[in-house]
Nanobody
Framework: QVQLVESGGGLVQAGGSLRLSCLASGRTSSTYAMGWFRQAPGKEREFAALVRWSTGNTYYADSVKGRFTISRDNAKNTVYLQMNSLKPEDTAVYYC???????????????????WGQGTQVTVSS
């Protein structure tokens, strides 16, 4: 079992920045990748970014590439999502997720993840 707790959400003006954190606990040694997803009102949950836990390799959705940066601190069992140049369309509940299954492909869909946090609200005002 892996437990995930997100923090750092809030209200920010367009063009501003926020940093989300996700603290992992439990059997984190088996983690293959950590991802951030988001769900806007009335829309399906979508992939935003991921980081491979062992190598630090990252991958981003086109919608956030160049604005968001995912990183991890293995010693603190924490993954971060630095969000810059925020837009109103970035408004969503942001979820942290853990994939504990090794794979030859990077997990970019929610069904590939095994554990989820409770989510943190990010609201970007225009």
């Amino acid at each position: 079992q892996v437990q995930l707790v997100e923090s750092g959400g809030g209200l920010v003006q367009a063009g501003g920045s926020l940093r989300l954190s996700c603290l992992a606990s439990g059997r984190t040694s088996s983690t293959y990748a950590m991802g951030w997803f988001r769900q806007a009102p009335g829309k399906e949950r979508e992939f935003a970014a991921l980081v491979r836990w062992s190598t630090g390799n990252t991958y981003y959705a086109d919608s956030v590439k160049g604005r968001f940066t995912i990183s991890r601190d293995n010693a603190k069992n924490t993954v971060y999502l630095q969000m810059n140049s925020l837009k109103p369309e970035d408004t969503a509940v942001y979820y942290c997720a853990a994939d504990v299954k090794w794979s030859v492909v990077l997990p970019t869909t929610e069904h590939e993840y095994d554990y989820w946090g409770q989510g943190t609200q990010v609201t970007v005002s225009s």
